[in-house]
């Protein structure tokens, strides 16, 4: 079978909840992909950063490997030799004291509104029903029924009523905003540190320093959702750094499964964490020692490999040298380490230029209509990233 079959069958026999470029990937290795012809490719999307370490990192294969082969799933009616010793690791990475695992990132954010929910009646003394959550307008956490109702992304929202009461919305990097939205029943604050999905937003510097503070204030949890911002992709273990912010709770998930397999979890402190009790809250997968295995690969990866240093000191090469791009439909390049955008003029077609860009060996996606996001395996050298700017540049200044 070649691409055009594949394409055919996904589209016959599969949903069409995708819009996917006309691109088939069989093999992938490190930052490259290869479709069944044998064409090469540079990742830029990273499954949407789930691939901070590279496709198929040989350390997190083999962990996966020797884990398959000893015991895959226990759930969590019975203990495992594995969990424990991987959520020790993720809390000294994160600098928390309890985590909870689940396994896609839709999971770990529901998981954090529940925890939320429950401290704000068991801690804050808020009245059960009565708890509010706030959000920010184009926030992306997920796709599941509460999820889709803290959305202000039409697509994403039309028609899957009765929504889930109980958040309030603001504007984003704009903490008065979220100050003058603050009740006695508000239990959370739930924001991205950078809006991946809405396009690479970066807030102001000082935001999310002011909107820990007001949290702190007013005794209300700051949720932290690094989903796709975590796990060293802005430069640093987790986008808060660069602001030296502590949250109550932070939503994790895509590279902590090293691209493997999904896994996700919440970290927090134990004050906030001990309102779990045995049935309140979990998952059969959830902990899992495959999981566990993969993760914990995953995250001794990112430290033995410094990949923050190589995203933080990459991504300022990526931004300087397309900011130099002569083209006047390019409007801006914003970003932070690795997780960087190029902004066209609104209404342009920028599927069109990822069909280019594919034409000439870089895949990468148009998030928005407008914007494109470049965010490639964190792994990548100084060549390969200027071997795919030459590229980037050529498309760009052709347009
Ligand atoms: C910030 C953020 N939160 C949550 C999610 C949802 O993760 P998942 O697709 O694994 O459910 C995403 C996915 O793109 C994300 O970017």
Known sequence: MNTQDYIKMDET??????????????????????DPEGREYYDFLSAYSAVNQGHRHPKIIDALIEQAGRCTLTSRAFHNDVMGVYLKKLCEYTGFDVALPMNTGAEAVETALKIARRWGVEKKGIENGKQEIICVKENFHGRTITIVS??????????????????????????????????????????????????????DEGYLACVRSICTNHNVLMIDDEIQTGFCRTGKKFAVDHENVKPDLMTLGKALGGGVIPVSA?????????????????????????????????????????????????????????????????????????????????????????????????????????????????????????????????VLEAL
């Not at 819009?19 to 290869?34: C, F, N, T, Y």
């Not at 495959?290 to 995250?299: P, Q, R």
């Open 266 to 394: 919440v970290v927090g402190t134990k004050e906030v964490m001990e309102i779990f009790t045995p049935g309140s809250h979990g998952s059969t997968f959830g902990g899992y020692p495959i999981a566990c295995a993969v993760a914990k690969a995953s995250l001794e990866v990112l430290e033995d490999e410094h990949l923050a240093e190589n995203a933080q000191e990459l991504g300022k090469i990526f931004r300087e040298e397309l900011s130099t791009v002569k083209s006047d439909k390019v409007v801006q390049v914003r970003g932070k380490g690795l997780l960087n955008a190029v902004v066209f003029e609104e209404g342009f077609e920028a599927y069109d230029v990822c069909l280019a860009l594919k034409e000439k060996g870089v895949l990468a996606k148009q998030t928005h209509g407008h914007i494109i996001r470049f965010a490639p395996p964190l792994v990548i050298t100084k060549e390969e990233l200027m071997d795919a700017i030459k590229i980037i540049k050529g």
């Open 150 to 203: 803290m959305s202000t992304d039409e697509v994403a929202r039309v028609n899957y009523g009765p929504y889930t009461p109980g958040f309030v919305i603001v504007d984003y990097n704009d903490a008065k905003a979220i100050e003058d939205a603050i009740t006695e029943n508000t239990c959370a604050v739930i924001i991205e540190p950078i809006q991946g999905e809405a396009g690479v937003y970066v807030p």
């Open 13 to 34: 026999y599969g949903a069409h909840n995708y819009h996917p470029l006309p691109v088939v990937i069989s093999k992938a290795e490190g930052v490259k992909v290869w």
